[in-house]
């Protein structure tokens, strides 16, 4: 019998290699082929994946374009923005660019924290923790509102589909909602969405196409949860390896879920369906309050730092600062002007 591919002599006799792409079989002579799509997953693409004999091929979701090293995909159209709300003003940051701009400042007295965008009216939507409100403003034009009163919470989620707006209680132990056309009449207008058995619910997102939410628990038995938009179905998707995930982010491309976690000083992520869980461990996470996925890059608020950091949401590497002001950095979102 011969080898199925290249034979070369050695010291101890004749011996069989593969072709790149393949691995030499358990007889020592075949060659079988290597699925990179399986074995090295988001290393290989960063979104579709196709096998072949000795080889694989990337290819990119509708809206995204196939760089010229064949593997990272890159949103087309306009360039996209970081949101960041650092004390009391809302700031983006073009992440092509780098170019830097105020989007809106409010009251000095006033701490801008978390926030959100509606990319179909074109609002921000923030907590002001001064006077326990939510609260917005039209990014278009100078007109601005009050949606809500008498809140405290720690994430704020836009529904753009069906306009809502969602928020955590972390002391009640509540996911509560609104509706984002509300205006404030000195009578709190909102929806209990989840009760009872919330164990401190903290970072929250949402899948407006798909109807679903997702939420971390910080409580004694820290874990990462999902439900329909109207409460229903809820079941947890992890609560092993987690300490206190204080940040969530979507990577629909990939369909998975991304987690900073403060008291692990990790950054975490796992499909949808909570299996493939990989966690990476990084020193410099040390108080996360808010995280973004675009394209390759896991972006969040670190709050003792006052800075605003990214890592390649694959391997961690590439740790870069992107935003350092005089002033904690809460709340951080992507915006594509205009991609869901």
Same mark, same amino acid.
Do not use: C
């Given at each position: 019998r011969s080898c199925a591919h290249l034979c070369y002599p050695s010291p101890q006799g004749p011996r069989c290699w593969c072709d790149p792409g393949y691995r030499l079989a358990e007889d020592g002579l075949s060659c079988v082929d290597i699925n990179e799509c399986m074995e090295q997953r988001e290393e290989a693409c960063t979104q579709t994946c196709l096998n072949a004999p000795g080889s694989y091929s990337c290819g990119c979701l509708p809206g995204y374009l196939l760089e010229p090293d064949g593997h990272v995909c890159k949103l087309t159209g306009p360039e996209p923005m970081l949101l960041v709300a650092v004390q009391s003003e809302v700031l983006s940051y073009g992440l092509r660019s780098g170019r830097e701009e105020v989007l809106l400042a409010a009251d000095? !007295?006033?701490v801008v924290f =978390?926030?959100?965008?509606?990319?179909?009216?074109?609002?921000?939507?923030?907590? !002001?923790?001064?006077?326990? =409100?939510?609260?917005?403003?039209?990014?278009?034009s100078t007109k601005k509102g009050t949606l809500v009163k008498g809140v405290r919470s720690d994430c704020i989620a836009v529904d753009w589909l069906g306009r809502n707006l969602y928020w955590t209680d972390g002391a009640a132990g509540q996911v509560l909602a609104t509706h984002l056309g509300a205006a404030w009449r000195g009578i709190p207008e909102y929806t209990v969405v989840m009760d009872g058995d919330l164990d401190q619910p903290h970072s929250l997102v949402l899948r407006p196409l798909a109807g679903l939410l997702y939420w971390s628990e910080v409580g004694s038995h820290p874990r990462l949860m999902e439900a329909t938009m109207d409460g229903g179905r809820r079941h947890v998707l992890l609560a092993q390896g987690l300490g206190w995930p204080t940040a969530l982010a979507l990577d629909l491309p990939t369909w998975r879920i991304f987690w900073l976690d403060e008291k692990l000083g990790s950054a975490g992520s796992a499909h949808l369906d909570g299996t493939s869980v990989k966690v990476l461990q990084l020193g410099w996470v040390q108080s996360p309050f808010a995280a973004a996925v675009c394209e390759g890059q896991l972006y969040w608020s670190e709050r003792k730092a006052w800075s605003v950091q990214q890592v390649d949401k694959t391997s961690g590497?590439?740790?870069t600062v992107l935003l350092k002001r005089h002033g904690q950095p809460h709340g951080l979102q992507v915006s594509t002007w205009g991609n869901p």
């Open positions: 000095k !007295d006033r =978390s926030l959100d965008y509606d990319l179909v009216e074109g609002k921000v939507f923030w907590m !002001d923790l001064a006077t326990e =409100s939510i609260r917005w403003q039209n990014l278009n590497k590439n740790r």
